[in-house]
């Protein structure tokens, strides 16, 4: 069995003494891991950070076996993020999310691009954190738990949406809401493409992506949230 | 095969778990050193049994040495209110080797890594905390690895001092002294082009 592909280190880890496990988001075979021989030399350790992108030839004499990655360095994000805090966060954020919520060898091309373009963002612009939130909103899409934000649920209005429900994942307007607003979860503006997007809306956000990812992802995979996403809300918390 | 004797064999046995050698070259550093036993077993063995009795990790600062308080941490020359943050006890012997820093060591054991579920309580930042806040230091320096994980650690303890009033620094990062810049990976280059200095 042999593969080659494009695709984004998650995390590395020591296997035997000069070898390690490595874990990464492919465009056509998903999330997979492999044996990187010789992944702890002086050579590999700076190419094998999270984050980086990587050309992959993967072989393994059955399909179902663990395998080995033969790797070349496409670029490194290591430089562009580690001297930024929130930057930081975001990308091990990034790198936790995808391997707490991706099963492993499936492929989700979509997902794959915007997590190159999100992890590119980390080093360019200050307003990344608002891509995060609409990656984690894709996130919850790919996975088959998205929110329906288009229109409100009780009145059917498009207009004044200000809440989500926490059990439908659809939008409710001011309106429609009444006197179970405080029960419902809320909608910034920002989910919805409007606002300026102040790092108050987007934990705001973050909140109510975080409640679908905690009750429905992380419930049905058995498995609590990374902390590194509470590290990072907590950053930007912090910031706003 | 023929074997060697038993007590030989338990001796190639644990010599096989030592870092750098598997069963064969373990064979050969046994058998080298049965050879010069009178030169090399006899010496190694009493210096073994001198460090299993009287090795241990210091109690400020997490370096090994003979005492419950190191050499480093007793030395009151080394008292001049800096902390170097390392995070293993390899990287302190690795300071020290290069004789330029005169302050003392703090050793967390580690850094933040969410894969391996490691995160500040398994780490020594609380007693880093602790000496921060009773021995008169005034100046940090996070010596920690140029790789997420260790960046991470570094960004997570400059968080937590940053009400503390100490001075907070980390080592620069670029371009090694003998390194050519064609065998360097992007990312290096990228930092030192960012850390670049007048001249």
């Known amino acids: ?240 | 095969m023929t074997q060697a004797p038993r007590d030989i064999e338990v001796l190639i046995d644990l010599m096989a778990k030592l870092p750098g050698l598997g069963p064969r070259s373990a064979r050969r550093a046994v058998l080298h050193l049965v050879k010069k036993r009178g030169a090399l077993l006899s010496p190694m063995a009493d210096a073994m049994q001198t460090v299993a009795a009287t090795a241990r990790e210091c109690v400020e600062c997490g370096n090994i040495g003979t005492a419950d308080t190191c050499a480093i941490c007793s030395d009151p020359k080394r008292a001049n209110g800096e902390i170097c943050v390392v995070e293993d006890v390899a990287d302190l012997w690795a300071m020290e080797r290069a004789q330029v820093f005169q302050g003392r060591y703090h050793v967390l054991g580690g850094t933040l890594s969410a894969l391996d579920a490691v995160g500040p309580d398994e780490l020594r930042i609380p007693k880093l905390m602790s000496r921060i806040a009773s021995d008169g230091i005034s100046e940090v320096i996070l010596a920690l690895n140029a790789t997420i994980d260790g960046q991470t650690t570094v960004h997570y303890i400059a968080d937590q001092l940053e009400n503390s009033g100490v001075r907070m620094t980390s080592l620069a990062q670029g371009v090694p002294i003998g390194g050519e810049l064609d065998y360097l990976d992007d990312g290096t280059i990228s930092a030192a082009l960012k850390a670049r200095k007048s001249l």
């Open chain 1, 1 to 240: 069995m042999e593969w080659r592909d494009e695709g984004v280190l998650l995390s590395v880890r020591k296997h035997g003494e000069t070898s390690v496990i490595i874990d990464v988001l492919t465009a056509s075979h998903g999330r997979h891991a492999g044996v990187v021989r010789g992944g702890v030399s002086r050579k590999m350790t700076p190419i094998l950070q999270p984050g980086s992108q990587l050309d992959l030839i993967w072989r393994a004499r059955l399909s179902d076996h663990l395998g080995s990655f033969t790797v070349e360095p496409i670029r490194s994000r290591t430089a562009g993020v580690m001297n930024d805090r929130l930057a930081l966060a975001g990308l091990n954020a990034i790198a936790a999310l995808v391997r707490f919520a991706l099963p492993e060898r499936e492929a989700h091309p979509g997902l794959f691009q915007g997590t190159v373009t999100l992890l590119d963002l980390l080093s360019v612009t200050d307003a990344w954190p608002l891509a995060y939130l609409r990656w984690e909103l894709a996130l919850l899409d790919e996975l088959g738990f998205g929110l329906d934000l288009s229109r409100c649920a009780v009145t059917g209005s498009f207009d004044d949406l200000a809440y989500v429900s926490p059990r439908t994942g659809r939008a409710v307007s001011q309106q429609g809401a009444g006197e179970w607003a405080d029960r419902l979860l809320p909608l910034p503006l920002c989910l919805l493409g409007q606002g300026d997007a102040s790092d108050r809306e987007i934990v705001d956000g973050l909140s109510t992506t975080g409640h679908f990812l905690a009750g429905q992802l992380a419930h049905s995979v058995g498995k609590q949230l990374p902390a590194a996403r509470d590290r990072l809300i907590d950053l930007l918390a912090r910031q706003g």
